[in-house]
């Protein structure tokens, strides 16, 4: 859609077949290190990863958490092998090249399973080796029966309830012709407005179920339209995107509706994007920020007083086509 290979031959997968399998990895650095370089971390599968949130089991064992920023595309889990050692960096240096990576399945009546991506396992017989399934780690997911997701994308880990939330920001195809229909997890055709969705794992981090169900569903009561009314106790907003908890168990989220969408249509009452504070215990939502027109908001942490917090704020001005000519004046007001 780009059209990149007209211009440059890497792209052009007659020429090179394997370029596509170049991209779509979770890739470790280790910031206090300048010597050190980046590390692809295959075994955490191929996919449109929006990032990757970590917790640890009792036992020390590392389980990484992700989501794929797409339609119809998967929740995804990986438990280390082994335990976390002592020493930081460069004494775990292989500690998640090796574990299982799993797939999120999420059943109607409020239970759900991780399903194991494992080369020469029925259903995926079929799969040559390790490297085929975490190359073709959507294809898997497909033959496993896993659950067809509405774009998730970022995840947030309760520590103290062991909950973990995770943003599912739209996706209008859902329903519509061609495309598949609504289930348990995603209860909205032309899901314009997106929700937010949690599960917590039986027993610790790394169990095989778990028991789900939605935080919230995002929308404005005032639509006509069912589905794009939502259910939210507070402020109204769309397209949750960024999520994360402060040191108090104040839940954060932030939003990213299209520019070719925001003030308009079922959007029109909602406003720029925003970020709003949630206590997860009621799920009561309270707007603290709003973003200049077409930008984003994203990613939030904390000093540890947390006395000061940053927040992004990306493309401020972004044209309505989201294509944004950087020779072109930049607007930063309505």
């Known amino acids: 859609g780009y059209r990149w290979h007209e211009h440059d031959p890497r792209f052009d997968v007659v020429q090179h077949p394997n370029e596509p399998n170049r991209f779509g990895w979770v890739v470790e650095i280790d910031p206090f290190d300048p010597q050190s370089v980046p590390v692809k971390r295959t075994a955490l599968g191929r996919a449109a990863h929006e990032g990757a949130w970590i917790a640890v089991t009792r036992s020390g064992r590392a389980v990484v958490y992700s989501g794929e920023d797409a339609r119809f595309e998967y929740i995804y889990k990986f438990v280390s092998r082994d335990a976390i050692r002592p020493g930081g960096a460069r004494a775990n240096a292989t500690l998640l090249d090796h574990g299982t990576l ?53 995840l947030a880990i309760d520590t103290a309830s062991r909950w973990v939330y995770c943003t599912l920001t739209n996706n209008t195809s859902r329903g519509q012709a061609g495309f598949p229909g609504v289930d348990a997890a995603n209860p909205r055709a032309g899901n314009a407005m997106g929700h937010i969705i949690r599960w917590k794992e039986d027993g610790d981090f790394d169990g095989e179920g778990f028991e789900w169900n939605h935080l919230v569903l995002a929308g404005d009561p005032a639509n006509v339209r069912p589905e794009a009314k939502g259910n ?103």
């Open 102 to 154: 799993h797939v999120a399945r999420f059943d109607a009546d409020g239970r759900g399973r991780w399903l194991p991506l494992v080369a020469g396992q029925a259903p995926l017989a079929g799969f040559a080796d390790p490297g085929e399934v975490v190359i073709r780690s959507r294809q898997a997911s497909d033959l496993l029966g896993a659950t067809r997701m509405d774009r998730p994308e970022w």
């Open 232 to 334: 939210v106790k507070g402020d109204i907003f769309a397209c949750p995107d960024g999520i994360a908890f402060d040191a108090r168990g104040t839940l954060w989220v932030q939003t990213d509706m299209g520019p070719t969408v925001m003030n308009k249509g079922e959007m029109a009452r909602i406003g720029n994007n925003q970020m709003l504070a949630c206590d997860v215990a009621t799920g009561e939502m309270r707007r603290f920020l709003v973003g200049p027109v077409n930008c984003e908001i994203t990613g939030a942490t904390w000093t540890p007083d947390g006395r000061t917090m940053f927040v992004n704020v990306q493309h401020p001005g972004e044209t309505p086509s989201e294509r944004s000519d950087p020779a072109a004046p930049r607007r930063f007001s309505n």
